[in-house]
């Protein structure tokens, strides 16, 4: 079974997450979404609340999807679920210089686990967490940066 890890924070989870996650889905048997729990960085939203979302928006992929949490090394978290690959999506190319380095780090640390990037789609490139946060911070309509069906309650 090919199992891939999609790390992350998503703080909040959006469209462009989806997007990368309908992707994956035809290449792997099981995705788990893993939410870093970092206790030193600032979220908006609590871990319980993120993957409360997240589970709401991929309801119709319940069976190849599973929303974890967890607080160690990306690596060490895809050796405890025996997973063999990382997504990891890319949207620029500062993006790809930093999660190109992480990859190869995670290289070292277990060859047998890969990366594979998946390039935003166009219309998704602007889309980051961060431009939620700010556009839900100053009171505006997120609607069309995240999944259809996700509600978000700040």
């Known amino acids: 079974m090919k199992t891939a890890v999609f ?22 048997d099981k995705v788990i979404i893993a939410i ?18 997240i589970e709401q928006a991929i309801q119709e ?18 050796q405890q679920q ?5 997504i990891r999506g890319i949207r620029t190319v500062s993006d790809f210089d930093f999660e190109n380095m992480v990859a190869q780090a995670n290289y070292k640390l277990s060859p047998e686990v890969q990366t594979i990037f998946f390039p935003s789609r166009p219309e998704h490139s602007f889309i980051s967490s961060s431009v939620v946060r ?12 995240i999944p259809k069906g996700m509600t978000i309650k700040y």
């Open 134 to 145: 700010d556009v839900l911070l100053h009171g505006g309509d997120v609607s069309d940066f």
């Open 36 to 53: 870093g729990d970092n206790k030193n960085k600032k979220t908006l939203f609590s871990v319980e609340a993120r993957k409360a979302m």
């Open 7 to 28: 790390p992350g924070s998503f703080d909040p989870f959006t469209l462009g997450h989806f997007d990368v996650l309908q992707r994956a889905l035809s290449l792997f």
């Open 82 to 86: 025996n997973a063999q690959f990382i």
């Open 61 to 78: 992929y319940s069976e190849k999807v599973e929303v974890m949490v967890y607080e160690n090394l990306t690596i060490d978290f895809c």
